[in-house]
């Protein structure tokens, strides 16, 4: 009698065992020849070579799935193990415009016209600059592109980063260290992650740096290669602290870089990075600008009102 052990380190073992390890039971029933174990963070199988082969096959076929999918059904295990000829296969390929499978199975696509461009744009040039008001989604799909190339291989790591800027908030305040101090800046980046990667295995691509997640000034004097950079909040970046990070680009190395121009926070006497640099860099090849508007909005329908209120406003006082 021979034995397998597979550890199980990408992502949780109760993602892969089930409640009270209801997965584990159908994979037990799918080789009743075999004797199944499973602690901690790994499950031993005790049997006849070939059939602990098999089981091995299968077994890494669920884990690549939960890995990709973030989900493991009863459907998933089964449709998995009952494969052409009996081998493993992965759940069917989606539709196109499906960036990343979220966990609990969630489709994150892109959902508006403007969204779709920001896509596109992204697979045909290495710079892309979104620029429109809140609740647009410009984070949330620039952070979908950076796992999806992640997960595709297409990169080797994702640099997410903001300038500590908000709204006449003192950094100095703040209580705590350095890091704590700059968490709640960075936690809509923490948000998105959270949607899209299971738990564990954000938790250990940020551990190993696979995501970096920093302020603006940690870019200095870097050059990012085989990254996905996003720089949010852009409109908070003086022009000098814009081109600091834009010239950060290394070899194979995609950046997106989002903000809203209406939603400046710097001292009024100082210009926006993010208004400046579309004057600069409007006409060369491979940077494109891609502007959203109140019909991109996805967040409460109120939202949507507040802007256009507030641009009314505006636009009356400057009349007058």
Known sequence: MSEKIIHIESV?????????????????NRFPKLKILSRDNFVKALGE?????????????LLLHFEKFGRLTKDD????????????????????????????GMLIRARTTNQRRMVESCDKNDLVFAIGPAGTGKTYTAVALAVRALKNRQVNRIILTRPAVEAGENLGFLPGDLKEKLDPYLQPLYDALRDMLPPQKLLQYIEDRTIEIAPLAFMRGRTLNNAFSILDEAQNTTPSQLKMFL??????????????????????HQVSGLIHVQSVLNDVPGIDFVYLDNSDIIRHKLVSRIINAYGEKSNSEAAR
């Open 12 to 28: 949780h073992p109760l993602d892969i065992f089930g409640p009270n390890d209801q997965n584990l039971e159908l994979v037990r």
């Open 77 to 104: 295990i089964a449709q998995l193990f009952e494969g052409n000829n009996g081998s493993p296969t992965m759940a069917p390929e989606t539709s196109p415009e499906v960036l990343v499978h979220g966990k609990n």
């Open 247 to 268: 010239t950060r680009m290394g070899a194979s190395a995609k950046f997106i870089v989002t903000g809203d121009i209406t939603q400046v926070d710097l001292p009024k």
């Open 49 to 61: 070579e070939s059939d602990l082969l098999d089981f091995e096959e299968k077994f890494t076929s």
